[in-house]
C-alpha cells in the first residue's frame, strides 16, 4: 500500500492530461502484484524475501540505492517486527 501511494505520487503529474488517474492507479497496481509474485517465495506466497524489494522496484521502473533500500524503504514496509520477509499487503 505504501508503494501504491508512491506510484500515486507518480501520476499526479497527469491530473491534465487525457489519462484516466483511476485507470493508471490500477495499472501501477497490477504491475506491483506482478513483480512481487516474479519474486514471491514459493512456500510463503504472500512474501518475499527482503533482499529482493530492490529487484521489485528495479521492475516498476525505480532504481534505489542499496542505502536508501536499507535505511528507508524497508523500515517503511516491513510490520513492527522486521524479518528476512515482505508480506505483498505491506507494499
Known amino acids: 500500500k505504501k508503494l501504491q501511494r508512491n506510484l500515486s505520487k507518480m501520476s499526479q503529474g ?4 487525457n489519462i484516466d488517474k483511476t485507470k493508471l492507479e490500477e495499472y501501477y497496481k497490477l504491475k506491483i502484484k506482478e513483480a512481487f509474485n ?19 522496484m528495479r521492475y516498476l521502473g525505480r532504481f534505489p540505492s542499496e542505502a536508501q533500500v536499507v535505511e528507508d524503504i524497508l523500515p517503511r514496509i516491513q510490520d513492527d517486527e522486521p524479518s528476512n520477509y515482505v508480506k505483498y499487503s505491506s507494499l
Do not use: D, R, T
Request: aromatic share 18%; glycine share 0%.
Open 38 to 56: 516474479l519474486f514471491a517465495n514459493k512456500e510463503k506466497e504472500h512474501y518475499i524475501k527482503k533482499e529482493e524489494v530492490p529487484y521489485v
Open 14 to 17: 497527469f491530473e491534465n492530461s
